[in-house]
Nanobody
Framework: QLQLVESGGGLVQPGGSLRLSCAASGFTLADYTIGWFRQAPGKEREGVSC????????NYADSVKGRFTISRDNAKNTVYLQMNSLKPEDTADYYC????????????????????????WGQGTQVTVSS
């Protein structure tokens, strides 16, 4: 069974840092584009960042550029989201999602921040930024 499990969420003060992890099981993570999404209370889910299967391409929402960094360790089947300079508006449930790329080119380059493109989803981890 294909599974994604997020971890690393918690309570952090404004300006602080947090690193989220997305651990995959049941499939080879390198074959999938991985995206991070978030949903704040009362708001729709939005794309935050994504990384191609082999790590060659990344993409970020404008709201997190310069503050968040996505990376992956395919040997550990894990994708990370390093979040720095956190703001109260970053408070949300954070989800990782996987999109299978059947071609080598897609594994190298394909990224998407569109929720509808993704096939598999984790259960989420909560991030609260507050003093």
């Amino acid at each position: 069974q294909l599974q994604l499990v997020e971890s690393g969420g918690g309570l952090v003060q404004p300006g602080g840092s947090l690193r989220l992890s997305c651990a995959a099981s049941g499939f080879t993570l390198a074959d999938y584009t991985i995206g991070w999404f978030r949903q704040a209370p009362g708001k729709e889910r939005e794309g935050v960042s994504c990384i191609s299967g082999l790590g060659g391409t990344t993409n970020y929402a404008d709201s997190v550029k310069g503050r968040f960094t996505i990376s992956r360790d395919n040997a550990k089947n894990t994708v990370y989201l390093q979040m720095n300079s956190l703001k109260p508006e970053d408070t949300a449930d954070y989800y990782c999602a996987a999109l299978r790329r059947p071609t080598y080119s897609g594994r190298l380059y394909y990224t998407s921040l569109s929720e509808a493109d993704y096939d598999y989803w984790g259960q989420g981890t909560q991030v609260t930024v507050s003093s």
